[in-house]
RNA sequence: GCCGAUUUAGCUUAGCUGGUGGAGCGUGGGACUGUUAAUCCCAAGGUCGAGGGUUCGAACCCCUCAAUCGGCGCCA
């Protein structure tokens, strides 16, 4: 049973002149009455299977002329180079079986024109319509979308890997929580045995716990938040990846943050070449957010270049999307923004020593409009600064009293940042929308399928 | 929380100032021995998102509701 031969490999040319038997579902099919051509297509590619009325016999070319699409089936036959074919390859049948027939009255309902749907501007969001993202189980076989969970593997992989060579440990921190990272409105709530307990938005507090006993510490997790956001960089159910580091600063948490990024995108290129083409995308500019260093821009310089464009924006604002935008337009690599005010960040950021109007925090801002992919920085450590910052917030103490505690004892210089693993894929894949790069997306508006 | 838009066959859509809803794809039937999401002929398939109103008459005008999409704020 075990599938041994991939379309990939046949149409690199690894079973030139032998008899194959290939295992698929039918993307395609046409032809006459003496002679079918049946698109095959597996997790790998897709090849065309020339079927003769003389090579079957005429019961089993009935068969064929009357199957449909999406049918998985075993298709025997010769491998032929062919410059007619699709890919260079094609597959002289010899013998055909059908195992999964798709019932008529039912045939699959994604066919070109629903794929080319345009909103009222006249603008293509692939897999962006009611319909496709009400039929999102069947979406998935569609190769742009075959093509990012690709990507987005290669990305999973490439982040596992960053931090193991660094000697991090993987550490899972729990999903039902009672305190918030950040702000209390984007809460889910969960009924919790008579109590409420939230899902988590972050692993951070449970991570600056285990920071004394690893210390370096990292998780790829999901994330929730009951944002309302409607916009191409939301998602309520994300991807989180994160690390925490003891005896670190801002500058050399950044080394990490540039490091993952870089990693992913020259991974993506190494793995999935075939792919970045296939959606269209430049392989120098791949190459170039792999290769360049990223440079680092204080909050004040930003807001000054900011302000030489004209835009209104003052000092002790966070910086919001549409700004983030016009700042990001002429980046042509990521981007650092550090020291941002301490009034537009919440009590676990460190206070800059050296001037205590800002904190020592970063966001890596990707360019082509993606905005924040990455938000970090050193973590208020000692116990009376974050009790005086809490306070000064107005924040309960009592859903933090262990994260409080555990600046108790023996606490350190630490920080550590999140980085938004769809948000990353979605940018380097050349997504239109974020759904684009994760199997089934969760919105404010949609849970299902 | 705010703003904008959409809803007509399984899908994509046309439908003018209100006067018996058309097409393409797909499906079913037929033709075709090298097709490239083939081509040609035929057929079936619609309480026009739901409810109410105006009118002799509503897919079209008005009201309410629903679902969805796009954008803003917030963030990864």
Aim: hydrophobic fraction near 35%; proline fraction near 5%.
């Amino acid at each position: 049973m075990v599938k041994t031969i991939w379309i990939g490999d046949v149409q690199a040319g690894k079973y030139d002149d032998q008899e194959v038997e290939l295992k698929g579902w039918i993307k395609r099919e046409r032809g006459s009455n003496k002679m079918r051509f049946i698109v095959l297509r597996d997790s790998t590619g897709n090849i065309q299977c020339v079927v003769k009325k003389d090579a079957l016999g005429e019961e089993l070319f009935q068969e064929v002329k009357n199957v449909l699409i999406e049918t998985s089936v075993i298709i025997t036959g010769v491998v032929n180079a062919d410059e007619r074919a699709d890919g260079g390859h094609e597959l002289i049948a010899t013998a055909f079986e059908i195992i999964g027939p798709v019932n008529p009255e039912r045939p699959f309902p994604i066919n070109k024109e629903s794929l080319e749907a345009e909103d009222e501007d006249g603008e293509i969001m692939p897999g962006g319509s009611e319909f496709l993202l009400d039929n999102r189980h069947l979406y998935l076989r569609t190769s742009r979308m075959t093509s990012m969970l690709k990507l987005r593997s290669s990305a999973f992989g490439a982040i596992h890997n960053y931090f193991r060579n660094e000697d991090f440990i993987e550490y899972q921190a729990p999903n039902f929580v009672t305190g918030a990272v950040e702000g209390g409105s984007t809460l889910f709530e969960v009924p919790y045995f008579g109590r409420t307990a939230y899902l988590t938005q972050s692993w951070q507090l449970y991570a600056e716990a285990a920071m004394p006993a690893l210390e370096r510490l990292y998780t790829i997790a999901p994330s929730f938040r009951a944002e309302k956001s409607r916009t191409r960089r939301h998602l309520t159910e994300f991807w989180h990846a994160e690390m925490e580091m003891a005896w670190a600063t801002n500058d050399e948490i950044m080394i990490h943050g540039e490091g993952v990024v870089r990693h992913v995108a020259r991974t993506m290129l190494e793995e999935q070449e075939q792919e970045l083409v296939s959606l269209d995308r430049d392989l120098d500019l791949i190459a170039r957010y792999a290769d360049s260093p990223y440079p680092r821009m204080r909050y004040d310089e930003a807001v000054e270049i900011l302000q030489g464009k004209g835009v209104d924006v003052e000092w002790g604002q966070d910086l919001d999307y549409s700004k983030e935008k016009i700042l990001t337009q002429d980046f042509d690599v990521p981007h650092f923004l550090t020291h941002y005010p301490k009034i537009a960040k919440p009590f676990y950021h460190r206070v800059d020593p050296d001037e205590d109007k800002y904190v020592l925090c970063h966001d890596l801002l990707a360019p082509e409009g993606y905005g924040e992919i990455i938000g970090g920085g050193e973590r208020t450590w000692s116990e009376e600064e974050i009790l005086a910052r809490i306070d000064e917030e107005g924040t309960p103490r009592e859903p933090y009293q262990f994260y409080i505690d555990t600046r108790s004892y023996g606490g350190v210089p630490h920080g550590g940042f999140g980085l938004g693993v769809d948000r990353v894929v979605s940018w380097l894949a050349g997504a239109t929308h974020i759904r684009e790069v994760i199997p089934f997306p969760r919105t404010s508006r949609r849970v299902t399928p």
